[in-house]
Structure formats: C-alpha cells, structure tokens
T-cell receptor
Framework: DAMVIQNPRYQVTQFGKPVTLSCSQTLNHNVMYWYQQKSSQAPKLLFHYYDKDFNNEADTPDNFQSRRPNTSFCFLDIRSPGLGDAAMYLC?????????????FGPGTRLTVT | GDSVTQMEGPVTLSEEAFLTINCTYTATGYPSLFWYVQYPGEGLQLLLKATKADDKGSNKGFEATYRKETTSFHLEKGSVQVSDSAVYFCPTGGFKTIFGAGTRLFVKA
C-alpha cells in the first residue's frame, strides 16, 4: 500500500545533541510537510517542500532545518535540541493538483530530550 | 485569512450516543473542507472531506455536510463506539493547512 513512513517511531536524544528524523513516501506526492505537535496541542506547521522549493514558516526556530534529497525522502534536522523541543513530529504529503490539499500523514516520531 | 472555529472539548459520551462536533469557517471563496482524526499515539488520518457547497462527506458512519449558508461543516455520527475515542480536527483547507487544537472525544462503554 502506498504510504508515508516515519523512522524511528520513538527517538531519545540528549540536550544539545543533533538529531535527524526521517520521512519517506511511496505516494509520489510533490509536497511534503513537517509538523510539530506538543501534548494536547494542534499540529504546528514548521516548513514544507513543494517539489524542491523549501518554504519555512516565519516562526520556525533556526534550530530546525530540513532536507529533501529526492521526491521520496524528507529529513528534519534539529541542530541543538532543547527540552522544549520534545514533541511528536509529524510528516505529511499532498499532491495539490490531484487532491485539493488533502494531506496524508505518517504515524509520527515521538522525540524525547533528556 | 482563512480560519476555522472548532468546538472545544473534551466531549464525553456513552456508547451508542449521537455525536455532533461543530466546525465553522471563514474563507475567501469556497475551499475544500476536511475532518481528520488522531487516535492515541498515532498520526492524523483523513476521516472525510467535501469539495464544494452541499457536498456530504461520509466515512465509518461519520458524516459532515458543507453548508455554504451557515459556513459550517459539523461532524456527526448517529451511534458512537468506544473505538471512536480520539481527537478530531477540522482544519482550514488550502495549501498551508492550519490545524486548531481539535476536539477530544471520550466514549464510555
């Protein structure tokens, strides 16, 4: 089945130690999104790629970066995680031309910062 | 800009009760509208959608009708089950989807 895959599902990192979360998709969607969701809160859009074009939200901290080496993969890099970065990180994809912004989500990676 | 107002939770119901979760929107034009569901510890899943006025989206016993006159897209289910316990989101449509805090539903056996 076509899907959005996130690895790992659970990630523990130390304060200040860089960490990378990964997302892959078999849907061949041209848009990929990263959201941060803290407990009992709304998913907050961090940035998205439309094809190779990177679009950062204005309030996304510089500590968060992303890479998209090809259509299928997208990475979220946290350069120096702080305790406040502990959250669920959700990857999503869409193909606006076909599905009018319907998004397909991965299961998420829960990040713990110790 | 576009926005949605979603009913605050939590909503607690007994099994087989009728469910309504209100969602109203303001938008320029008539965007597609969606309901997503998030089960504990999981990502979001599309529950249903409607792409134009008077469309009714339906899935797993849930329904929502895109009502232009009242700018609403309320989610309904005639008989909820314990397995429906989750958080429900009615985001803005459009390229940069904005999610509200969602409505948490608890269904008691």
């Amino acid at each position: 089945d076509a899907m959005v895959i996130q690895n790992p599902r659970y990630q523990v990192t130390q304060f200040g130690k860089p960490v990378t979360l990964s997302c892959s998709q078999t849907l061949n969607h041209n848009v990929m999104y990263w959201y941060q969701q803290k407990s009992s809160q709304a998913p907050k859009l961090l940035f998205h790629y439309y094809d190779k074009d990177f679009n950062n939200e204005a309030d996304t901290p510089d500590n968060f970066q992303s890479r998209r080496p090809n259509t299928s993969f997208c990475f979220l890099d946290i350069r120096s995680p702080g305790l406040g970065d502990a959250a669920m990180y959700l990857c999503a994809t869409s193909r606006p031309e076909a599905s009018l912004y319907e998004q397909y989500f991965g299961p998420g990676t829960r990040l713990t910062v110790t | 800009g576009d926005s949605v107002t979603q009913m605050e939770g939590p909503v607690t119901l007994s099994e087989e009760a009728f469910l309504t979760i209100n969602c109203t929107y303001t938008a320029t034009g008539y965007p597609s509208l969606f309901w997503y569901v998030q089960y504990p510890g999981e990502g979001l899943q599309l529950l249903l959608k409607a792409t134009k006025a008077d469309d009714k989206g339906s899935n797993k016993g849930f329904e929502a009708t895109y009502r232009k006159e009242t700018t609403s897209f309320h989610l309904e289910k005639g008989s909820v089950q314990v397995s429906d316990s989750a958080v429900y989101f009615c985001p803005t449509g459009g390229f940069k989807t904005i999610f509200g805090a969602g409505t948490r539903l608890f269904v008691k056996a």
